[in-house]
């Protein structure tokens, strides 16, 4: 449940950067030998990626900076192509991938976009309601934390000038 938090908050902004128990992970694992830092990845990998859940991004994030670059080890890399192939199934933008992320993917799909191109719905075809005098909608979203900022439109009364 941590490592899927911890993988999900990198993306929608809720990540707690007051939480220690990424830092604790780390010195915990960096503690081990490197034949029992291959156990644990090895079991950290066969328990996640079947799941295909945001703890397969999670434990990228996590353990991507300290370990070898993808390729290195063939668990290392299995953790890597199902972190991207987790993020490309649930349409995380290009632009929120990290640039080893970026440069991986061009490497191996110099060819293939990562997500097709979406068209916006023609202007009959889009489902926006109008608002009522005082009703809000939020138009833009940097992220989902409670502080993001946010444009909203806000249609106001119309008031006779003088």
């Known amino acids: 449940m941590r490592l899927a938090n911890y993988g999900k908050g990198r993306y929608d902004g809720t990540l707690d950067v007051w939480d220690t128990w990424p830092s604790s992970f780390i010195c915990e694992f960096s503690a081990l030998t490197p034949a029992e830092q291959k156990a644990c990845l090895a079991s950290l990998v066969s328990t996640i990626v079947p799941n295909g859940d945001w703890a397969i991004c999670g434990g990228e994030e996590l353990l991507g900076g300290y ?5 290195s080890d063939p668990t290392r890399h299995a953790l890597f192509e199902a972190s991207l192939e987790f993020q490309r199934n649930r349409g995380v933008w290009w632009n ?19 997500l097709p191109a979406r068209e916006p719905p023609s202007r009959e075809a889009a489902s926006i309601t109008p608002l009522s005098v005082g009703d809000e909608r939020r138009i833009t979203l940097l992220n ?18 003088d």
Not at 67 to 71: A, F, R, T, V
């Open 67 to 71: 370990l070898d670059s993808p390729g």
């Open 96 to 114: 929120a991938l990290n640039i080893q992320e970026q440069m991986f993917w061009r490497e191996r799909h110099p060819e293939e976009e990562w």
């Open 144 to 161: 989902r934390a409670a502080d993001s900022k946010a444009g909203a439109s806000r249609p106001s009364p119309i008031t006779p000038r």
